[in-house]
């Protein structure tokens, strides 16, 4: 597989639940990141890891928890969600956080919340 | 906090004719990019734009950025159908290049 992939695509689950979202990335690269795009506001990033340490949690509630257990995988856990977190969740990396290099995003994972 | 405009949201193209998107910025940016995204899909990297006056091309694509203006355009030469797609530009900030979003501009080309 090459670049950033994603599983999985689709995701229901019920406030109760507790699923995690996975993210690889074959690129190389030691930045990953996590965003959130729902239909009423332009994408959001939600998490930044570096060389698998999380250098930014930009106001994300708890009920969202990250994992980054070396550079190349990334994971979205998640528990006691609400509606309004069913969106699709992109994950992204590039080559360093904070260098000019583009971001490199997956497929998403279209997750729905009843 | 860096905020990120763009303009139209909704741009419906004739095949042939030009036409540009704008994407305005609040704040200093350390640099700028453009995606892609077709429905339903991920986003694409179109460009990145990494100082004042910046220009990149390709194929009926090109990004310019003005930072003293705080704009950056992507225009479209004689539009295509496989140009349908929603366009995004993000400005960069921070120590960590966190990367701020536009609303995105749909674009439709019909015939």
């Known amino acids: 597989e090459t670049g950033v992939t994603q599983t999985p695509r689709h995701l229901v689950m019920g406030m109760t639940n507790k699923k995690s979202l996975k993210c690889e990335q074959h690129?190389?690269?030691?930045?990953m990141y996590w965003y959130k795009q729902s239909a009423k506001k332009p994408l959001e990033l939600m998490f930044v890891?570096?060389?698998?340490?999380?250098?930014e949690n930009n106001s994300v509630p708890s009920r969202f928890s990250p994992e980054c257990p070396n550079s190349s995988h990334l994971f979205l856990h998640l528990h006691t969600l609400q509606p309004e977190d069913s969106a699709l969740y992109l994950c992204?990396?590039?080559?360093?956080?904070?260098?000019?290099?583009?971001?490199?995003f997956g497929p998403g994972t279209r997750l729905l919340v009843l | 906090e860096l905020k990120v405009e763009q303009n139209p949201l909704f741009l419906s193209m004739q095949e042939g004719k030009n036409y540009t998107i704008y994407c305005n910025y609040s704040t200093t940016s350390d640099r700028l990019y453009w995606y892609r995204q077709d429905p339903g899909k991920s986003l694409e990297s179109l460009f990145v734009?990494?100082?004042?006056?910046a220009v990149k091309q390709e194929g009926r694509l090109m990004a310019s950025l003005d930072t003293k203006a705080r704009l950056s355009t992507l225009h479209i030469t004689a539009a295509v159908h496989d140009l349908s797609a929603t366009y995004f530009c993000a400005g960069a900030r921070g120590s960590w290049g966190k990367l701020q979003f536009g609303a995105g501009t749909q674009v439709v080309v019909t015939p």
């Open positions: 734009l990494l100082s004042n006056g």
């Open positions: 890891y570096s060389l698998e340490e999380r250098v």
């Open positions: 690129l190389g690269h030691n930045a």
């Open positions: 992204a990396s590039s080559q360093e956080a904070g260098g000019p290099e583009t971001q490199y």
